[in-house]
């Protein structure tokens, strides 16, 4: 009999690199036995060293997709990616829980890409908090943690801070005194996850894979602990497959 996968939507930007966005996101979903979609909020023209140019996709075109799929399927959870502006995602996210209120939502903070490109700008703090209330994870790493906040505090504070808005995975990769420890603040609980290896090599797009990873574990049914878990050594295995900026998918 035919395996029966769960429904998960990534919403993000194309790299034709294949190491990062929609396309990093649907090798993650397939290799968790889940059923991806994609709605694609831009175009870019990149490589794994370098980034070229950036076309944002209308929000309209995005919107009108996403009410397509919600409105036929039932999307256990979806991974935002890069986007434009805090409105922008605000609408991406009223949208979803608007049509699917049960669906989990997980957004990569993915303020400036790999190669130095920044997508987004964080202006307006009220409605940066109005968003996270709709969210179920965010996944920040330590740089991109400081841009989410208006103090200059650091980052485990405002981690805990936000936390009382929703979960954040604190990701180790540029922690200045433990790399590869991540930390997942919910809202009263702190938990260290700590690698099983740190013979690991750079790549481009590992946010990515990470994030629809836990994305894949969450419609899996895991809980948001066990799924980053999972997550995070899935995401070792990857950063272990060669030695270039561009990793194998494998489970």
Request: hydrophobic fraction near 40%.
């Amino acid at each position: 009999m035919p395996e029966s996968r769960p429904f998960v939507l990534t919403i993000a930007g194309f790299d034709p690199s294949g190491g990062a966005g929609v396309l990093a996101d649907a090798k993650t979903f397939e290799q968790h036995h889940v059923y991806g979609f994609a709605v694609n909020t831009g175009n870019t023209i990149q490589t794994e060293n370098e980034f070229f140019e950036m076309q944002w996709t209308d929000i309209d075109f995005v919107l009108k997709s996403l009410d397509k799929l919600l409105q036929k399927y039932t999307i256990k959870a979806v991974k935002i990616g890069i986007i434009p502006s805090l409105d922008y995602l605000k609408k991406i996210v009223s949208l979803v829980k608007k049509l699917s209120p049960k669906t989990k939502i997980v957004w990569d903070t993915v303020l400036k890409s790999s190669t130095e490109f920044n997508f987004i700008t964080i202006e307006n703090q009220a409605i940066l908090i109005e968003i996270l209330e709709e969210i179920d994870l965010i996944t920040p790493n330590y740089n991109e943690i400081s841009q989410l906040s208006s103090e200059n505090i650091n980052a485990e504070t405002i981690a805990v801070t936000l936390s009382k808005h929703c979960a954040v995975l604190l990701k180790g990769g540029h922690n200045p005194s433990a790399i590869g420890i991540d930390y997942l603040y919910l809202e009263n609980e702190i938990f260290r996850l700590t690698p099983n290896s740190t013979l690991v090599f750079e790549k481009h797009g590992s946010g990515c894979v990470l994030s629809s990873a836990i994305t894949a574990n969450l419609a899996l049914g895991q809980d948001l602990k066990t799924a980053c878990i999972n997550a995070k050594k899935y995401i070792e295995t990857y950063l272990e497959s060669n030695q270039t900026k561009l990793g194998y998918h494998h489970v």
